[in-house]
Structures are given as structure tokens and as C-alpha cells.
């Protein structure tokens, strides 16, 4: 089945400063990557996609790029502010199943 | 739009005793699953529908979990008997269908304490 590795598992940057948080996953056959980020007490929320027909997507201060050839995919959250501090997953979708990473918990210093 | 609804929101139960979950999708999204999240590690699938028919289970452990979705809206996840290590948060999410770049949509899930 398919393996997505998440790196780092903890993060921390000062206010203003990028974050960059990277995936990497094993099946070829995966074509939809979600991230999503998830407070404390909550359920993950979905905050950016891309499929596998799209090199980048970005969204406001949050893009995601993928690169196949190398099976990796990576978030990017330019000028963090401190109500980016939250768990961040990265998944990929390959036949009917969604494979989670493990997780990165960022923290945006003050 | 409404969200995914679960209930209850927390569980605290002893261990060999039973206990059901509740989750209520997105109206109209055929394809709902519950997951398993264990303190400080990522969603692990435990079983996925379509409609009311089950795609995926093979991560379910079927000596003590089971779950239903008898008119392919509502789902039921049961525990029985609990074990220690099922302490986690249960995780209930939809989509609008099963098939390729469809995105899911969780609920607030919930976390269930086994003493």
C-alpha cells in the first residue's frame, strides 16, 4: 500500500517568517494530495489541495507544490501569523483510500 | 453548508465495556469514513462506505469493532469490548463521491478514553 512520510514533525519560526513542511509518498498511482491543518480539539480541516495534473497551487499566504518524478509534495505558508500554530497533515489518495503523514506541529512565535 | 456531525464528543469508559459512535455527514455525500487517530500520529483509515455498502474494512479490527450504515446516510462505529489501546479520537469524514481527487471532509471527532 502507499507510505506517505511527513517531515518534520515539529516546527517552529517567528511571526512573519515562512514555514515549509514536506511530504514524501511511495505509490504511483496516488493523483490527489490534500493538506490539512487541525486544532486543538478538532477535526482536520482541509486548507489546499493539488492533483497530480498541477505542479503548484496557491492560495492566499498558503501554496503547495508537487513533483512527481520525485514522488514529494510540499506546503508552504508565507508570513505566518500565530493562528497558523496547529497540526498540519499531509495525505495522498491513491484507488479509494486517503494514506495520512504523521504529522508536523507548527509553532508561529510571537 | 453543515458539516460532519459526531457525538458524542467525548467517551471516558472501562475497559471490556461497550461503546457506539455517531456520525452524521455531508447531505448528499455517498461516501463516508471513520478513522482512527491516535495521540500524535495521522488518521488511519478503519473502514470506508459507499452508500450504505462497504468499500474498505480490511483495517477494521473485526473481532471487537463494527459499523453500519443501514440507509447510507448515518453511521454507527461500536466497540465491543473496549480496550485500553483503543484510546484515541474517532474520526468521521465525506466526500461527495469514492472516486479519484475527490476531497474529504472531516468532523470534530471523538475522543474516547478507555481506563
Known amino acids: 500500500g502507499e507510505n506517505v512520510e511527513q517531515h518534520p514533525s515539529t516546527l517552529s519560526v517567528q511571526e512573519g517568517d515562512s514555514a515549509v513542511i514536506k511530504c514524501t509518498y511511495s505509490?504511483?498511482?496516488?493523483?490527489?494530495f490534500p493538506w490539512y491543518k487541525q486544532e486543538l480539539g478538532k477535526g482536520p480541516q482541509l486548507i489546499i489541495d493539488i492533483r497530480s495534473n498541477v505542479g503548484e497551487k496557491k492560495d492566499q499566504r498558503i501554496a503547495v507544490t508537487l513533483n512527481k518524478t520525485a514522488k514529494h509534495f510540499s506546503l508552504h505558508i508565507t508570513e505566518t501569523q500565530p493562528e497558523d500554530s496547529a497540526v498540519y497533515f499531509c495525505?495522498?489518495?491513491?484507488?479509494?483510500?486517503?494514506?495520512f503523514g504523521t504529522g508536523t506541529s507548527l509553532t508561529v512565535i510571537p | 453548508e453543515a458539516g460532519v456531525a459526531q457525538s458524542p464528543r467525548y467517551k471516558i469508559i472501562e475497559k471490556r465495556q461497550s461503546v457506539a459512535f455517531w456520525c452524521n455527514p455531508i447531505?448528499?455525500?455517498?461516501?463516508l469514513y471513520w478513522y482512527q487517530q491516535i495521540l500524535g500520529q495521522g488518521p488511519k483509515l478503519l473502514i470506508q462506505f459507499q452508500n450504505n455498502g462497504v468499500v474498505d474494512d480490511s483495517q477494521l479490527p473485526k473481532d471487537r469493532f463494527s459499523a453500519e450504515r443501514l440507509k447510507g446516510v448515518d453511521s454507527t462505529l461500536k466497540i465491543q469490548p473496549a480496550k485500553l489501546e483503543d484510546s484515541a479520537v474517532y474520526l468521521c469524514?465525506?466526500?461527495?463521491?469514492?472516486?479519484?481527487?475527490?476531497?474529504?471532509?472531516f468532523g470534530q471527532g471523538t475522543r474516547l478514553t478507555v481506563v
Open positions: 447531505s448528499g455525500h455517498a461516501t
Open positions: 505509490d504511483s498511482a496516488s493523483n490527489y
Open positions: 495525505a495522498a489518495r491513491t484507488v479509494n483510500q486517503f494514506y
Open positions: 469524514a465525506s466526500s461527495l463521491s469514492g472516486g479519484k481527487n475527490t476531497e474529504a471532509f
